[in-house]
């Protein structure tokens, strides 16, 4: 028997959240892009075809909708939760894997959005090239070129050599 709808959105519901918290650089404010997004998603479930990847549509929904709200207002610098409070979400424990943590949550902030999102996307969800490039609407080569130029800068940031 096929999955419903919300079950599947349910489960990826982890994902959709990483996505967003590295999207919008803080939790907070990813907690929200995600819940945009799976209300959108719901609001428009006819628009999504039985039988594709419900996972790609869902992201290129929250990407659309990380790109409305950044373009619709300046920079917000309010956060909800101090950025410290966030770092030990989903951890163990282990106070260096937090710190680790917490040291790439900070130096993929600081990439640029396009190679942020190449990033997150190909090395922390595991999209391919292509299905990344279809996510985010650009060429392929355009995606890899902008994940070598962000995995670079993260090694760099993180002060290992590429």
């Known amino acids: 028997m096929a999955e419903s709808f919300e079950s599947?959105?349910?489960?990826?519901?982890?994902?959709?959240?990483?996505?967003?918290g590295g999207l919008a650089r803080d939790q907070a404010d990813?907690?929200?892009l995600c819940q945009m997004t799976i209300e959108r998603?719901?609001?428009?479930?006819?628009?999504?075809?039985?039988?594709?990847?419900?996972?790609?549509?869902?992201?290129?929904?929250?990407?659309?909708?990380w790109i409305d709200e950044t373009r619709?207002?300046?920079?917000?610098?309010?956060?909800?939760?101090?950025e410290e409070?966030?770092?030990?979400?989903?951890?163990?424990?282990?106070?260096?894997?937090?710190?680790?943590?917490?040291?790439?949550?900070?130096?993929?902030?600081?990439?640029?959005?396009e190679q942020?999102?190449?990033?997150?996307?190909?090395m922390v969800e595991g999209y391919s090239?292509?299905?990344?490039?279809e996510i985010v609407g650009c060429p392929v080569g355009t995606l890899n070129s902008r994940l070598v130029r962000g995995r670079?800068?993260?090694l760099t940031l993180l002060g290992t050599t590429p």
């Open 72 to 82: 619709s207002r300046s920079r917000r610098w309010q956060t909800f939760v101090d």
């Open 152 to 154: 670079d800068a993260l």
């Open 85 to 113: 409070s966030g770092m030990a979400v989903g951890a163990n424990g282990d106070q260096e894997a937090v710190v680790e943590l917490g040291n790439i949550d900070r130096a993929l902030a600081r990439l640029p959005a």
């Open 129 to 133: 090239y292509k299905e990344a490039a």
């Open 41 to 65: 998603a719901l609001v428009r479930r006819d628009q999504w075809l039985e039988g594709t990847r419900l996972d790609s549509w869902m992201f290129r929904i929250m990407r659309n909708i």
């Open 116 to 122: 942020r999102e190449a990033v997150l996307l190909v």
């Open 8 to 20: 599947q959105v349910l489960t990826l519901l982890p994902r959709l959240r990483r996505f967003a």
């Open 30 to 32: 990813g907690d929200d």
